[in-house]
């Protein structure tokens, strides 16, 4: 019996551990819930980066985001389904749009598209944009990585990374540097392996300090990328601007996504 009583301790001891690189499997809609979904589904640190920002139960609660981004060669428009991540970006010659299923498209006028292959754009903005809180989505794992030191200052970091299948590349990873103090986002790093289809170890940088509250929820109102030298972020080297940001419980009608006939399937 004591041999029993022993066990049965051992194994609640272990069951109640969590492991430092947790996994997050949940598919539950929060949107109509009161819930504090942060405190029991994700790790410690990850949750009080959340709630820095304004929590995930509140951002769970949002179904829209869209945003501008001033370029040189014209205004970009990007609005974003916040549930099945259905996209559109608007821009002065093109636009190209997924509907949960199928990317396209279409050119305005007779001018080609030379931009990024839109497999690839076409939510790369959007999840920079809406850091910490896609890095909730599912099939991630968070593993505690050494801080950051920048300018005497240290910012303890969680990395991310995907499980087999996940997203269109999910080989991907990024790291999340925050504030102690605040624990208020700060950095990020994150690799490319679109184009190489293999895992890398060469991290960009991206420091966010401007911020805006929409809606009670913090949302970059600037991104500065940063050369690096030896892995670390050194000078900044380019910042793109945020404009005319809506962060809405309202949810676009999903014709606003549909391809157009004169839009092009892109496989």
């Not at 636009?95 to 931009?115: A, M, P, R, V």
């Not at 080297?237 to 996504?257: A, G, M, P, Q």
Request: a negative charge; aromatic letters at 14%.
């Amino acid at each position: 019996m004591k041999f029993k009583s022993l066990a049965l301790i051992v194994l609640l001891i272990l069951s109640s551990c969590k492991d430092a690189n947790q996994k997050v499997e949940s598919s539950t809609d929060y949107s109509k819930e009161n819930l504090d979904v942060t405190t029991s589904v994700y790790p410690d640190n990850i949750s009080k980066v959340f709630e820095a920002h304004g929590g995930l139960d509140k951002w769970k609660q949002m179904q829209t985001l869209k945003f501008t981004m001033p370029k040189e060669s014209g205004d970009e428009v990007t609005s974003t389904d916040l549930y099945n991540r259905s996209s559109l970006i608007e821009m002065p010659e093109h636009t190209i749009g997924f509907d949960g299923n199928e990317l396209w498209l279409q050119n305005k006028d007779t001018i080609s598209y030379k931009g990024n292959p839109p497999r690839f754009y076409y939510n790369l903005m959007f999840y920079f944009y809406a850091m910490p809180f896609v890095l909730a989505d599912d099939g991630i794992v968070y593993t505690d990585v050494e801080p950051l030191a920048f300018e005497g200052q240290e910012y303890p970091g969680i990395k991310i990374s995907y499980e087999d299948g996940v997203g269109e590349s999910p080989d991907d990873e990024y790291i999340i540097y925050y504030n102690k103090e605040t624990n208020q986002m700060e950095w990020l790093a994150y690799t490319v392996t679109y184009f190489s289809k293999e895992k890398s170890k060469k991290f960009s940088y991206i420091k966010y300090s401007d911020w805006l509250t929409i809606e009670g929820v913090k949302l970059p109102k600037t991104l500065n990328w940063y050369t690096v030298e030896e892995g670390k972020p050194v000078a900044e080297r380019n910042t793109r601007e945020f404009t005319d940001i809506v962060l809405s419980k309202e949810k676009l009608d999903e014709t606003v996504f549909k391809k157009p006939d004169s839009a092009e399937m892109i496989e």
